[in-house]
């Protein structure tokens, strides 16, 4: 199946620093990435669309400001959280599909823990 | 929007039993309907999935029902086995570009031996 990497896996910052996650599909163009976040023991709540090319939508309640998306090409979307907080700490996941409608690949995700 | 109710949160039980876990979501526009295991710390794993014009789906021990009328549909594991165990997620969309899945809240699926 299609590949989607996300990188970094894990990362540990002081709080009030930015963090950047970069969301890559291998194999395939994606127009559109979407990026959830998972608190423990919860469901993967959708934060953004990603859009190539356009600004992101972004889901009631998650601020633009604070979680910044960049879509510059159709391989590449980053999230950058900026001015991370200990209740910033999450599981970040991207996910993207190969053809509009189809499967959803998701990224190895990436686990944030601000100190 | 789509919204996806997940029943039940926990489900314990014995190997070889089957297990069922049930979803209902709300927008009647939704056509595409995956299952998704995570095991911890890692990315969710599609088990299966089902669209709009089929009623049932089957692969091995698992299978998945839908029935549109009443918006809600199923996941059915047969035979379970200790390497079941994990969180299931079910999951909602309208297949066009640019609709994300909107998921349930999870089941924690535990099969002792």
């Known amino acids: 199946g299609a590949v989607v990497s996300q990188h970094p896996s894990r990362v540990i910052c002081k709080s009030g620093t930015s963090v950047k996650i970069e969301c890559r599909s291998l194999d395939f163009q994606a127009t559109t990435m979407f990026w959830y976040r998972q608190f423990p023991k919860q469901s993967l709540m959708l934060m953004a669309t990603s859009n190539e090319g356009s600004k992101a939508t972004y889901e009631q309640g998650v601020e633009k400001d604070k979680f910044l998306i960049n879509h510059a090409s159709l391989t590449l979307s980053t999230l950058t959280v900026t001015s991370a907080h200990p209740e910033d700490s999450s599981f970040y996941i991207c996910s993207a599909s190969a053809v509009a409608g189809g499967e959803l690949f998701f990224g190895e995700g990436s686990r944030l823990t601000v100190l | 929007g789509e919204n996806v109710e997940q029943h039940p949160s926990t489900l314990s039980v014995q190997e070889g039993d089957s297990a069922v876990i049930k979803c209902t979501y709300s927008?009647?526009?939704?056509?595409?309907f995956p299952w998704y295991k995570q095991e911890l710390g890692k990315r969710p794993q599609l088990i299966i999935d089902?669209?709009?014009?089929?009623g049932e789906k089957k692969d091995q021990r698992i299978a998945v029902t839908l029935n549109k009328t009443a918006k809600h549909f199923s996941l059915h594991i047969t035979e379970t086995q200790p390497e079941d165990s994990a969180v299931y997620f079910c999951a909602a969309s309208r297949t066009q570009a640019g609709t994300a899945l909107i998921f349930g809240k999870g089941t924690t699926l535990s099969v002792s031996s």
């Open positions: 089902i669209r709009s014009n089929v």
């Open positions: 927008d009647s526009a939704s056509n595409y």
